[in-house]
């Protein structure tokens, strides 16, 4: 179970990052690359991303303990 947990949080965050950069670039938060030598424009705020992944991942752990009751032990962290 906990390996469907991961592999949420993972295409959650595989799945938004490359929307989020053409939004990041449209919208102009960018800035220069300063670890190559082109120097090239990326994206920022690029930890929204991740951020979401983790709340997917958090989501669907509550979402399972509620409905299913599948992980017991929770009940010793959470309350």
């Given at each position: 179970m906990l390996v469907?947990?991961?592999?949420?949080s993972f295409l959650a965050s595989f799945v938004l990052f490359p929307a989020?950069?053409?939004r990041l670039k449209k919208a102009g938060i960018v800035g220069k690359n300063m670890h190559?030598?082109?120097q090239e424009e990326v994206a920022?705020?690029?930890g929204l991303v991740v951020v979401a992944g983790f709340g997917a991942g958090?989501?669907?752990?509550?979402a399972?303990?509620?409905f299913f009751n599948?992980?017991?032990l929770v009940d010793l962290?959470?309350?």
């Open positions: 469907i947990i991961l592999l949420i989020m950069i053409i190559s030598e082109i920022e705020m690029g958090i989501f669907t752990v509550i399972v303990k509620t599948i992980f017991p962290i959470l309350f």
